[in-house]
C-alpha cells in the first residue's frame, strides 16, 4: 500500500504557471504508470496526463504543448508542470499509480484555480 500526498495547488492569473507534486509514502518505482487527472464542479473526472513503463508520454489534447509529467523514482515523486493556464483548467488535480500486482491508488487531490 502507498499514500499519496499532492501539493502546489492554488489561485493563479489565466497564462500563469503552477507545478503540482505528489510525494509517496514508498517507492514508486514499482508502479508502471502514472498519471494525473482532474475533476471539475459538475464534471467527470478526467485524464490529463500519464507516464507508463515502455510507452510515449500521453496528455489530454487539451493540455498538450502546456503541461509536462514527470516521475523521480529516487525522490519518489510525481510532479506535473502547468503553463499557460486557462480558466477551464480549474478543477481539483489527483495523481494515480498504478500496477497490475497492486492495483491502483489515489491522492487526496489539490484545488487549481484559474481566475483573474
Known amino acids: 500500500q502507498v499514500q499519496l500526498v499532492e501539493s502546489g495547488g492554488g489561485l493563479v492569473q489565466p497564462g500563469g504557471s503552477l507545478r503540482l507534486s505528489c510525494a509517496a509514502s514508498g517507492s514508486i518505482s514499482r508502479f508502471t504508470t502514472v498519471a494525473w487527472y482532474r475533476q471539475a464542479p459538475g464534471k467527470q473526472r478526467e485524464l490529463v496526463a500519464t507516464?507508463?513503463?515502455?510507452?510515449?508520454?500521453n496528455y489530454a489534447d487539451s493540455v498538450k504543448g502546456r503541461f509536462t509529467i514527470s516521475r523521480d523514482n529516487a525522490k519518489n515523486t510525481i510532479s506535473l508542470q502547468m503553463n499557460s493556464l486557462k480558466p477551464e483548467d480549474t478543477a481539483v488535480y489527483y495523481c494515480?499509480?498504478?500496477?497490475?500486482?497492486?492495483?491502483?491508488?489515489w491522492g487526496q487531490g489539490t484545488q487549481v484555480t484559474v481566475s483573474s
Open positions: 507516464i507508463s513503463t515502455g510507452r510515449p508520454t
Open positions: 494515480w499509480v498504478w500496477s497490475q500486482l497492486t492495483g491502483g491508488y
